[in-house]
């Protein structure tokens, strides 16, 4: 009887074992669920559309600011559901993590997901920070009951990179002012060549309401340059609610490639309305031409460069705002 006993102790102690090891090797084993990824379009209620754009900080690298800046976001819309976002990078940060991240931050909150369109710059306004959001989510009151208008000064530009932005800037502010007629600015962006700190002073005076960015496109420019762009509370966008896409990006710079980028972004909007307005974010001169060529409509538009996408392909990249059905 005592072998039988032992015998019986020795298989209990082997079969415990051998559980314990395959419920180790099970863990190790476990595979975390992928981030979704976000909506090509989503669309909110024009008559409650918020604006905001997140301060910037140098604390961290490009993971750790952009949890922060989307935490931060929830903090300025009050936990609105966020509609689009579109997220301008500075650095050497792998911009394919950004939708990834905003993803799982509003995941953990059970939020839907907004549209989101990446865009790599050359510098923002303080040494260590890599990127700013700039958001637009669905509040619960009705703020827009006059509609929006979208406006965009034209390109003002100088000989060389050596030039100070400051008066492109100043320019560019005063002819997008003169575009908003008054109106009361909720969204501003400026691009510049060189992201001086009077330019964000300047915003700040002259659009006090206006949630606003500036952003240097370019490392290395070849001549200076400023041209800014925004939305106003009260204008011809009347349409019930608005479809914001995110980028849609073109691989390669030959035509056939620009033909099939533009392919895919009428594929994202089909079914909404009439196009409001529409953002191309090209890399090189050359691609400039080419979008122009297969979408003439590109060449009323202000076009500035920048430095880079979330492709090593990429050429350009382009989003929209339209009507949404």
Same mark, same amino acid.
């Given at each position: 009887?005592?072998?039988?006993?032992?015998?019986?102790?020795?298989?209990?102690?082997?079969?415990?074992?051998?559980?314990?090891?395959?419920?180790?090797?099970?863990?190790?084993?476990?595979?975390l669920a992928l981030?979704?990824?976000?909506?090509?379009?989503?669309?909110?209620?024009?008559?409650?559309?918020?604006?905001?754009?997140?301060?910037?900080?140098?604390k961290?690298?490009?993971?750790?600011?952009?949890?922060?800046?989307?935490?931060?976001?929830?903090?300025?819309?009050?936990?609105?559901?966020?509609?689009?976002?579109?997220?301008?990078?500075?650095?050497?940060?792998?911009?394919?993590?950004?939708?990834q991240?905003?993803?799982?931050?509003?995941?953990?909150?059970?939020?839907?997901? *907004?549209?989101?369109?990446?865009?790599?710059?050359?510098?923002?306004?303080?040494?260590?920070?890599?990127?700013?959001?700039?958001?637009?989510?669905?509040?619960?009151?009705?703020?827009?009951?006059?509609?929006?208008?979208?406006?965009h000064?034209?390109?003002?530009?100088? *000989?060389?990179?050596?030039?100070?932005?400051?008066?492109?800037?100043?320019?560019?502010?005063?002819?997008?002012?003169?575009?908003?007629?008054?109106a009361?600015?909720?969204?501003?962006?400026?691009y510049?060549?060189?992201?001086?700190?009077?330019?964000?002073?300047?915003?700040?005076?002259?659009? *006090?309401?206006?949630?606003a960015?500036?952003?240097?496109?370019?490392?290395?420019?070849?001549?200076?340059?400023?041209?800014?762009?925004g939305?106003?509370?009260?204008?011809?966008?009347?349409?019930?609610?608005?479809?914001?896409?995110?980028?849609?990006?073109?691989?390669?710079?030959?035509?056939?490639?620009?033909?099939?980028?533009?392919?895919?972004?009428?594929?994202?909007?089909?079914?909404?309305?009439?196009?409001?307005?529409?953002?191309?974010?090209?890399?090189?001169?050359?691609?400039?031409?080419?979008?122009?060529?297969?979408?003439?409509v590109?060449?009323?538009?202000p076009?500035?460069?920048?430095?880079?996408?979330a492709?090593?392909?990429?050429?350009?990249?382009?989003?929209?705002?339209?009507?949404?059905?």
């Amino acid at each position: 009887m005592r072998t039988t006993f032992s015998i019986a102790l020795l298989t209990l102690l082997c079969l415990s074992a051998a559980v314990g090891q395959k419920r180790k090797k099970e863990e190790v084993t476990q595979v975390l669920a992928l981030p979704k990824d976000p909506p090509v379009v989503a669309t909110g209620e024009t008559a409650r559309l918020v604006f905001h754009a997140t301060p910037l900080t140098n604390k961290g690298l490009l993971t750790a600011q952009t949890r922060e800046a989307v935490k931060t976001l929830l903090k300025l819309n009050g936990g609105a559901a966020v509609v689009h976002i579109r997220a301008f990078v500075a650095g050497s940060g792998d911009l394919r993590r950004v939708p990834q991240i905003i993803s799982e931050v509003l995941t953990e909150k059970k939020m839907e997901l *907004p549209s989101v369109s990446v865009i790599l710059g050359g510098a923002l306004g303080m040494t260590g920070s890599q990127i700013v959001l700039e958001a637009v989510s669905q509040g619960k009151k009705e703020v827009n009951r006059n509609g929006l208008a979208f406006a965009h000064s034209q390109v003002f530009t100088a *000989p060389d990179a050596l030039s100070k932005a400051q008066p492109l800037v100043e320019q560019a502010v005063e002819a997008l002012a003169k575009e908003f007629n008054n109106a009361e600015a909720l969204r501003v962006t400026c691009y510049v060549s060189n992201v001086e700190p009077e330019a964000a002073a300047l915003l700040a005076k002259r659009f *006090p309401t206006a949630a606003a960015v500036v952003i240097q496109t370019l490392r290395g420019p070849g001549q200076a340059y400023a041209s800014c762009e925004g939305v106003t509370r009260g204008g011809s966008i009347t349409a019930p609610k608005l479809a914001f896409s995110g980028t849609q990006i073109a691989f390669g710079a030959a035509e056939k490639d620009a033909v099939l980028a533009f392919q895919r972004f009428d594929q994202q909007l089909a079914g909404q309305g009439p196009l409001i307005t529409t953002n191309l974010y090209p890399l090189s001169s050359r691609v400039v031409e080419t979008a122009k060529k297969v979408r003439p409509v590109i060449a009323s538009l202000p076009v500035i460069l920048f430095e880079g996408l979330a492709s090593m392909d990429a050429s350009f990249a382009v989003d929209a705002v339209a009507a949404a059905k």
